[in-house]
């Protein structure tokens, strides 16, 4: 995919809600041994609904966003959608393949990314431990992430995975805040073939969640009215 050199003029607006927060938007760049990488960094522009790369590509990139959101995206065997991961400003993603992706990655909004070159990252890391423990690190945190939605799809009812997701968004967004409104670039059919479920079963949980206090509904995302409850429904104090 061809993406575009990003500029001051380019980078992604936040719907025009001044007290919306973009999730870490403008993320910085990386510390602790990732930052040795930027050398080889560029900036580019992705537009909403274009793809990094597909499934079986060549991994010759990885990258970082700087602002906006992309999803992970692959297919089952039986051919349906699966949406594996949104990624926020700040989160890196590319690093974790090996000579060809396993996955198709996209932008869900207008994002700005830093893409590094894997051949230039590969060679710097044999020279550097700081810098392949960081990416070692990066990769086991991925696989946690995936053994962790693995249990959320083996073991919770329907709207006990829609709760953990909007949980999981609002400690990634706006950890500990109550009253917070959280940007979900996603749509609804995102987050049911993320979660394994229908359309129908997000929504409907999402309005009883709204019903009981927990959250409320906003343009473009929600707001967190009781981080407590929601945790509670997450946990199987209420039942779907």
Same mark, same amino acid.
């Given at each position: 995919?061809?993406?575009?050199?990003?500029?001051?003029?380019?980078? +992604?607006?936040?719907?025009?809600?001044?007290?919306?927060?973009? +999730?870490?938007?403008?993320? #910085? #760049? +990386?510390?602790?041994?990732?930052? *040795?990488?930027?050398?080889?960094?560029?900036?580019?522009?992705?537009?909403?609904?274009?793809?990094?790369?597909?499934?079986?590509? #060549?991994?010759?990139?990885?990258?970082?966003?700087?602002?906006?959101?992309?999803?992970?995206?692959?297919?089952?065997?039986?051919?349906?959608?699966?949406?594996?991961?949104?990624? *926020?400003?700040? /989160?890196?993603? &590319?690093?974790?393949?090996?000579?060809?992706?396993?996955?198709?990655?996209?932008?869900?909004?207008?994002?700005?990314?830093?893409?590094?070159?894997?051949?230039?990252?590969?060679?710097?890391?044999?020279?550097? #431990?700081?810098?392949?423990?960081?990416?070692?690190?990066?990769? *086991?945190?991925? *696989?946690?992430?995936?053994?962790?939605?693995?249990?959320?799809? &083996?073991?919770?009812?329907?709207?006990?995975?829609?709760?953990?997701?909007?949980?999981?968004?609002?400690?990634?967004?706006?950890? &500990?805040?109550?009253?917070?409104?959280?940007?979900?670039?996603?749509?609804?059919?995102?987050?049911? /073939?993320?979660?394994?479920?229908?359309?129908?079963?997000?929504?409907?949980?999402?309005?009883?969640?709204?019903?009981?206090?927990?959250?409320?509904?906003?343009?473009?995302?929600?707001?967190?009215?009781?981080?407590?409850?929601?945790?509670?429904?997450?946990?199987?104090?209420?039942?779907?």
């Amino acid at each position: 995919m061809q993406l575009q050199q990003a500029s001051t003029a380019d980078r +992604p607006r936040s719907g025009g809600a001044t007290r919306w927060a973009a +999730p870490r938007d403008a993320a #910085p #760049p +990386p510390q602790g041994g990732l930052d *040795l990488i930027e050398q080889f960094g560029t900036r580019r522009l992705a537009r909403r609904g274009q793809e990094f790369y597909a499934a079986g590509d #060549p991994a010759q990139f990885c990258y970082r966003i700087v602002s906006g959101c992309v999803r992970t995206v692959g297919l089952d065997e039986d051919g349906r959608r699966q949406v594996a991961e949104f990624l *926020l400003p700040g /989160d890196l993603f &590319g690093f974790d393949s090996l000579d060809t992706h396993h996955l198709s990655a996209e932008a869900l909004t207008d994002t700005v990314v830093v893409c590094y070159p894997r051949r230039a990252v590969d060679a710097l890391a044999e020279q550097h #431990p700081g810098l392949a423990r960081r990416l070692r690190d990066l990769t *086991l945190r991925n *696989l946690r992430r995936a053994h962790e939605k693995m249990f959320l799809l &083996g073991r919770k009812s329907a709207g006990e995975r829609v709760a953990a997701f909007l949980l999981e968004m609002a400690e990634r967004t706006a950890p &500990g805040a109550e009253g917070t409104h959280i940007a979900l670039p996603m749509t609804r059919a995102d987050m049911a /073939d993320h979660l394994g479920l229908t359309i129908e079963t997000v929504s409907r949980t999402m309005a009883q969640l709204c019903r009981e206090g927990a959250i409320a509904s906003c343009k473009s995302g929600i707001e967190i009215r009781d981080r407590e409850a929601l945790a509670n429904f997450c946990a199987g104090g209420t039942r779907h």
